[in-house]
């Protein structure tokens, strides 16, 4: 998928092209995601419920072109590094964060879009779950800008 991209990235940082387009393109969806909580209070459900799916299936579509494959290629091998290096560090916590968000989010759209699952999975409190979801989501955002500053803007230690 890469080899259809430059190699350079488009912000004037040392990132690539890939990494330029998914911080934009997260950045996006913060926004999005702040209309999907403006439909709700305007009590939109079935427009909120659309955007906030969509948003949650481009993520993981960006999960797996861009994200996934770069920290399999740059953390996963030296993951005994992350002690100790903000490089890998950075990377790691906000891929905890980022599943731990997008699973949380993949369990909220089952729940409240579908019967699959028995009533004894199924959550009740659903304001709680989604501000919940909300504020991991922004915070996985805010890692993930982190990430990209320690990546390809900080000065190299």
């Known amino acids: ?10 912000l004037g940082t040392g990132a690539t092209f890939a990494a330029d387009i998914n911080l934009v393109v997260q950045l996006i969806m913060g926004a999005a995601l702040i209309t999907g909580l403006v ?11 659309i ?11 960006m999960i797996g072109l861009v994200m996934w494959p770069s920290f399999r290629e740059q953390v996963r ?10 490089y890998y560090a950075a990377a790691a916590g906000h891929a905890v964060l980022g599943i731990t968000a ?17 009533l004894w999975l199924r959550f ?5 779950w989604m ?6 989501w922004f915070i996985v955002l805010v890692s993930g800008v982190g990430t990209y500053y ?8």
Request: proline letters at 5%; a positive charge.
């Open 102 to 118: 997008e699973l949380l989010g993949l369990y909220i759209v089952i729940v409240a879009g579908t019967d699959i699952l028995p």
């Open 51 to 61: 955007c906030q799916t969509t948003v949650l299936l481009l993520n993981l579509l």
């Open 150 to 157: 320690v990546w390809y803007m900080a000065p190299v230690r």
């Open 39 to 49: 439909l709700a209070k305007q009590k939109r459900y079935q427009a909120h419920g």
């Open 1 to 10: 998928m890469s080899s259809f991209f430059p190699t350079r990235g488009f």
């Open 124 to 128: 009740k409190h659903w304001k709680r």
């Open 77 to 86: 091998p030296s993951l005994r590094k992350v002690v100790h290096n903000w």
């Open 131 to 136: 501000q919940t979801e909300l504020v991991l």
